[in-house]
Structures are given as structure tokens and as C-alpha cells.
């Protein structure tokens, strides 16, 4: 596997970005051997810079929903672009678009459109103080909402103040979420909640119904608004909001990555329960108006409701399971998949600090399945089940491989290095 | 005129929406006729929904600077398109960009790409904090920085922390600059400051010199970061950073909306001053790496530093600024024409509630030329001489008919109440 072409973007982007790439698609927290730079992408494959190819089992952390390069919505895309994108006002796709994710969405009366998922979460937090009056935003401890100041996980150039009125709880428990909801007192204005725990670093966990349904409750009790943050999970539970599956519907709800399979659009839907909040804020942005985007979420939100693309990729995600969990156990290796089997994280047992997920990741990708040692991972549409029996197939050599070199691993400096300044924390 | 599906698309909008299009492409605070939705654009021209025909002198707010659907950027994005977009890394491209930017931008280091221009400010705001450890950021009354809390100038659902260690001087002013820097004591971070004065609803003002050389003088014995916004302006005065015309180098300087044509990026630029805060902090967006934009902003980039784009643009604003200075003279109205003739604001003398530049707006509306009654508009490279001969023969007519119909001009109802509500604060 040659990775001169890599290796050599990597040095001049050193160069000419602060200190490489920057975000979450930086590979500084993940194994040496990842490539940085990918030159193509189609349906569940990825080529890097060098050309290696690799079934792509991280999906643009999230954006490709259908394959990359999905004809169809391509098409619907191409269309618009020869008619206009951003211009000085919108589209007419703007209303059909809107009109489509309300009638999809059970809870939702309204829709926005921004451009990052954090635009919608920070635009749900500030309709929730605008239509409340209130100031204290509840979010479960280690949850991700995004990356601006109040929120971001690394808060390198941040201030008290930005985190102003921003308090915890822990996800899934009815104890801690009542006792954050008490100390609020009279100044709730919204609870946060991911549709499951899909945190970083940590065995994934499903949706507790008990707590779904206390935070509805205590949101209706204190007129607080209930926001379900679907930006990474959106249509990839259900066609609904995430929550639908539980009967719990928020008041916010907030979307992004796949909703137009790549084309960079996200979304806050909302009930009119928040709609004069809505109606009161001002946010914006040079190219939330553009059409293109819009006419890609036309025609991937068609494809999501006529095709078998959820059913599919849950049986996909059944059969991947099933064959990792053999491959793993006749290997001797603990590996412990959580998560909707569509969305999968990989963690081994007995690897606090993440070898052995390190090198079965990069025994897996010199086979050419490209996995996430530490965050989830999404399946697409595109994926079959020659893909998965392929991703099997490596693993088993994987396991194989990472077994005879089991005891000369070693963890990776930067990751160990941010665990051991957590820990003194 | 007809208007039937634009009305039509307004009212259904008016349900999916929260109150119908909100942001700055909203036609709440426009003349009544406007029209809010727009089926198709191409080189200098718009079509609204019912296929009205507009020279479009907005220009998307910005974006469009070569002309909609540049043959050549749209060429460069759909190559890169069928390669690759949003993918599970940055594609080479983003490498290239960055040394693109790096290459015209005689201040900047290094670059870092997202998606709003709002995403670009807050980052600036956020790496001065982290680089220099304090917390006071200097912004000018009444200058726009974008819609984040931190910066929205309709600050529904913004509580006061949102805004903590914000504080205001006057733009162009070096008293007043002196003053608060003085007042910040050891804890300024950074000045913000706009290439020009262009806010809306008020004259615009070239920079002036002293003040720009005070501000680069005040952050070098300060410490501070001096963080030009580039955001509406760039490469409409100049190919390099708009103070790059003075001489003062900022340390970092944002970009957003024409860099690419119209294609959904923004960008931070910094020099090595500001690298290591660049390099701690965390953002991120699900779109922020996708290929597509950044081939387009390769190729105007390109077509900007190969042809005389920015010197026609100018002859053009020169040529359009004499024929409607002489159309509003033989007519007896002041027209007040400020900023750089290529992004030109039309404001009226002894016109305090703007009922005379609506009349006039909305009369060359009706003559097929989009021009906006209290924003700086924009011209594109799209444009020829014939087109600024049809802007100015609009305009004759347009001032003769609101001459004709003066004494019965009534003030717009919503702007009205805005301008009694910020005179009774």
C-alpha cells in the first residue's frame, strides 16, 4: 500500500492549514497508516490519494445516506444547478422542501434550512429562550450538539460565559434529568437529547423510554421545549424523527449530513408550540437560500420514502453483526457492537487505552474496509451483501492478525496523551 | 407584472415556514411588489417565479461576482463532482485551495475552510481568545458580523453572557478606538473591523487610513489580534485582503460568499501570529471538507487573478454611478451614492423613512432592474456597458415617476415600526 501522494499532501497542508487538517475529519486521533486525503468516492467506496480503494464504513461521518454519488439525486441536483443555486432570493424548492420534511416528520409544523448541523442545534437553543423567556439549556454529559463556543467538546478559546446557562445531566437517566430539571427552578427553557447515546469513545446505548417520555413530561410541565438533535442519526432510524419509534415527539428537532445524501444542507424542524420563538430570532447565512441542495433533498427524501433503503440497510447491519461477533469469538477476541446495527461502533473488551482497536482498525483497512476505532459508523444504501461478507472476511484476518501481534502493541501517543490529561482533570 | 405564483408560494411558505422566509432574503423589510422567490438566474439576470425578468444588481447578496452559472466554475465543480464531494476526508483539493489563498493573500499563513461567513468570524473571535488568553473583543457599532448570538443584530433568544467581553467603538474613529482599547485594559483580544463601513440603512465610508494604521498599531503593542472581515467585500475591491489597499495587514481576515462563485464556502485566512490559536481550537461542520466548492473557489480564484474582472467592474460602477448621479440631478433628487462604485448603496437625501427609495426601488423594479433600497448592492463581472445603459434609463423614468407621484408616497408599515421602536430605546 503506497502513501507517498498522501504523505506528501500531508506535509503541505502542515504548511498551510494551522497544523493539518483541522475537525473531525482530521486523522491526528486515529491510527498512523490512516490515509487524510481521499480522491474519489462511489456508492460504498472510497479511493485515497494513493488509490487505494476501501469499502467505506464511516460514510462521510454520516452524509452518504444512499452511496456516494447517487445518480438520482445527482440528477436532481444537476437540474437545479442549470436553473439557479444561490441567488437573491430562494427557489421555489425552498417551500416544496419544507413542505416535504413537515409532512414527513410527525411532530414538525415549520422548517429552517441552514448549512451545519450546528447552525440548527444553536438556532434550537435560541428559539428556546426566545419562546420561553428562560435561560437553562439541559444537555446529557458527553453528548456532541456541535462545534461553536456554547458546545464544542474542546473548548480551546472559549469563556465561561459562552457555556452561560448550559447545564447536565446524564443521558438516559430519569433520576439525574429530574434533578437538573429542579435546579433549573423557573428558568428552563429546553431539554437536549440525542435520539440514543451515540457519544464518542463509549459503548453506544438505546434510547431509555422511561427517560423519553420524563422529559416530554417535564417539558410540558414547565413549558420548557423538548429538542431532539437527529443531526447525526436523521432517517437513518426510521423515516420520522428518531424518537417517533418511541411515541415521544419534540417540540425541536434538529438535521443535517444526509437528509440530501452529501449536499451540504441541515435543518431545524419544530411544532407550532416554538413557532413564534422561531418567527423572533434572526439567523442566516450567504448560502442557506441555495437552491441546489434543496432540490437534492427533494429527491433523496422521494427515494427514502419509496425504497426499501432502511429495511435494507438494517439487514445489512444484522448480517455484519452477527458475522464480526463469529469472527470475534472464534478469534478469542471481546467485541462489543452497539448501537442500531446501521450505525455500529466497534470497541474491544479489555483495551482501556484503544490498542487493540488501533490495530484490528488498521489490520482492517490494509484489507481494504476503512473503520472507526472510537466513533460510529454508518452503513448506506449502496452497500450489499458481498460488501459485508467482504467486511467479514477481513475482520476474521484482522482478528488473526492483531492476535499474533497482541503483545507488542502500543497505544497511540496523542490519544493516550488526551485520555491522561482527562483523567487528571 | 403578474404575480400570481409568488404570492402563492408566499402563502404556502407562510405555513412550512416559521412566518414565511426569514434571514437576510427575506422581502419583510423590501417594497411590497418584491418579489421573494426566484426560478432561474444566468450571467447578470434573475427570473422570479413568474418569470419576470430582472438585471440583478444584488448579486445574491454577495455571491454571484463572475456571474450565475459561470460556465468555467461550473465546469471545474462538476469534474470535481463526479469524483468526489462530501467525503470521509478532505479530497487534494483542499490542500490547493489553501495554497491558493495563501499564495493572493499577502497577510495569511495558513487557511482554514467552513461554510457561513458566520462560521468564519466566530472562529477568528475564538482563536484570538485562545492565542492571547484575554477575552475582550472590539467590534463596531452598528458593523455586521454575522447571526450567531454572539453578533445577530436582532437579538431574540440572545441572553447577555452570549455577548460577554463584546464592546463597541466607532468605526473609522481613532479616538474612539483609543478609548476602547484603553478601556479593555490587559484583556483586549482582539479588533474586529469591516474593510469599509457598510452597514445598512446608513451611508457607506471608505476606510480611513489613520484609523486603520491605530487599530494594526494598537493590537501590535497590545498583543491583540486585528481581524479584518472580509466576508461581504473581498475581492470586490482587490485581489488581496481589502486593507492590502492601505497597507495594514490584519492578522486574520474572514471570507465568505464570491470566493467561489457561489458555491457554499467561507474561509478564515491567518498569519503565523495567529497559528498556534488556530491550531488548539475546535471547529468543525459536516460539510466543511466536501471537494465540490473547493474545486469551484480554485477555478474563480484562477479567473480572478487572469482577467480584468475587478477593473471592468469598476469602469462599470464609474460609468453607472456618472449616468445616475446625472439622472437624479435633471429629475431635482439628491441621490446619495456611496462605497466603492462596485458595490454601490442608493440611499435619497430628505428621505428619513425611506418612503422615497422604496417609491424609486420599486419603480425600477417594475423596469427590470433589482436594486435594494437599504443594502449595499453588488455588481458582478457578468455585467456589460449596455446593462448599466439599461439600469440608467430605468432610473430616469423611475425618478420621473416618483416625482409625478411624491406628495401621496407612504412610508413601508414593518420598517417604519423598526425605526420607532429603535428610536424609543
Same mark, same amino acid.
Given at each position: 500500500m503506497r502513501s507517498d501522494m498522501d504523505q506528501d499532501l500531508k506535509r503541505r497542508a502542515k504548511k498551510v492549514l494551522p497544523d493539518g487538517v483541522y475537525g473531525h475529519e482530521s486523522t491526528k486521533l486515529l491510527p498512523e497508516s490512516y490515509p487524510q486525503f481521499f480522491s474519489r468516492a462511489k456508492g460504498a467506496y472510497l479511493w485515497d490519494a494513493d488509490g487505494n480503494k476501501y469499502l467505506d464504513l464511516m460514510c462521510a461521518y454520516g452524509p452518504n445516506l444512499l452511496g456516494y454519488g447517487d445518480e438520482r439525486v445527482d440528477a436532481a441536483a444537476l437540474a437545479q444547478s442549470k436553473l439557479g443555486d444561490a441567488m437573491t432570493g430562494p427557489a421555489p424548492v425552498m417551500v416544496?422542501?419544507?413542505? #416535504?420534511? *413537515?409532512?414527513?416528520?410527525?411532530?414538525?409544523?415549520?422548517?429552517? @434550512?441552514?448549512?451545519?448541523? #450546528?447552525? %440548527?442545534?444553536?438556532?434550537?437553543?435560541?428559539?428556546?429562550?426566545?419562546?420561553?423567556?428562560?435561560?437553562? $439549556?439541559? *444537555? %446529557? #454529559?458527553?453528548?456532541?450538539?456541535?462545534?461553536?463556543?456554547?458546545? #464544542?467538546?474542546?473548548?480551546?478559546?472559549?469563556?465561561?460565559?459562552? =457555556?452561560?446557562?448550559?447545564?447536565?445531566?446524564?443521558?438516559?437517566?430519569?433520576?439525574?434529568?429530574?434533578?437538573?430539571?429542579?435546579?433549573?427552578?423557573?428558568?428552563?427553557? %429546553? $431539554? @437536549?437529547?440525542?435520539?440514543? +447515546?451515540?457519544?464518542? @469513545?463509549?459503548?453506544?446505548? %438505546?434510547? /431509555?423510554? /422511561?427517560?423519553? =417520555?420524563?422529559?416530554?413530561?417535564?417539558?410540558?410541565?414547565?413549558?420548557?421545549?423538548? $429538542?431532539?438533535?437527529?443531526?447525526?442519526?436523521?432517517?437513518?432510524?426510521?423515516?420520522?424523527?428518531?424518537?417517533?419509534? *418511541?411515541? *415521544?415527539?419534540?417540540?425541536?428537532?434538529?438535521?443535517? +449530513?444526509?437528509?440530501?445524501?452529501?449536499?451540504?444542507?441541515?435543518?431545524?424542524?419544530?411544532?407550532? =408550540?416554538? =413557532? /413564534?420563538?422561531?418567527?423572533?430570532?434572526?439567523?442566516t447565512g450567504s448560502f442557506w437560500f441555495a437552491a441546489v441542495p434543496m432540490a437534492a433533498a427533494i429527491e433523496t427524501l422521494r427515494i427514502l420514502r419509496d425504497t426499501e433503503y432502511l429495511e435494507h440497510m438494517i439487514g445489512l447491519g444484522d448480517y455484519l453483526r452477527a458475522g464480526l461477533h463469529q469472527a470475534a469469538h472464534d478469534n478469542g477476541f471481546g467485541l462489543r457492537q452497539t448501537g442500531p446495527v446501521q450505525m455500529p461502533l466497534f470497541l474491544f473488551e479489555d483495551d482501556p487505552d484503544f490498542r487493540v482497536g488501533f490495530a484490528w482498525s488498521e489490520a482492517m483497512l490494509k484489507r481494504g474496509v476503512y473503520v472507526h476505532p472510537w466513533h460510529n459508523m454508518f452503513l448506506c444504501d449502496a452497500m450489499t451483501q458481498s460488501d459485508m461478507d467482504l467486511a467479514i472476511a477481513a475482520a476474521s484476518a484482522a482478528f488473526q492478525e492483531v492476535r499474533e501481534r497482541y503483545s507488542s502493541l502500543q497505544p497511540h501517543a496523542l490519544l493516550a496523551q488526551m485520555f491522561s490529561a482527562r483523567a487528571a482533570e
Open positions: 416544496e422542501l419544507a413542505e #416535504t420534511m *413537515v409532512g414527513m416528520v410527525a411532530h414538525a409544523d415549520w422548517a429552517m @434550512f441552514c448549512k451545519n448541523g #450546528t447552525d %440548527a442545534t444553536t438556532m434550537a437553543k435560541t428559539i428556546a429562550r426566545a419562546q420561553t423567556g428562560k435561560r437553562i $439549556i439541559l *444537555v %446529557a #454529559t458527553g453528548a456532541y450538539h456541535g462545534a461553536m463556543p456554547w458546545c #464544542t467538546p474542546l473548548p480551546a478559546g472559549v469563556i465561561p460565559e459562552d =457555556r452561560a446557562h448550559i447545564q447536565h445531566y446524564d443521558y438516559n437517566s430519569v433520576e439525574s434529568l429530574e434533578a437538573a430539571v429542579s435546579a433549573a427552578g423557573d428558568d428552563l427553557a %429546553a $431539554i @437536549f437529547a440525542t435520539p440514543f +447515546k451515540h457519544d464518542a @469513545f463509549t459503548d453506544q446505548a %438505546a434510547l /431509555d423510554l /422511561d427517560y423519553a =417520555r420524563r422529559a416530554r413530561a417535564l417539558c410540558d410541565q414547565t413549558g420548557a421545549m423538548l $429538542i431532539v438533535d437527529d443531526v447525526r442519526a436523521g432517517f437513518r432510524l426510521t423515516r420520522d424523527c428518531s424518537w417517533e419509534l *418511541v411515541g *415521544v415527539r419534540p417540540d425541536l428537532s434538529t438535521w443535517g +449530513k444526509s437528509f440530501a445524501n452529501g449536499y451540504p444542507i441541515s435543518a431545524l424542524l419544530g411544532s407550532d =408550540r416554538a =413557532r /413564534d420563538g422561531a418567527a423572533s430570532i434572526y439567523a
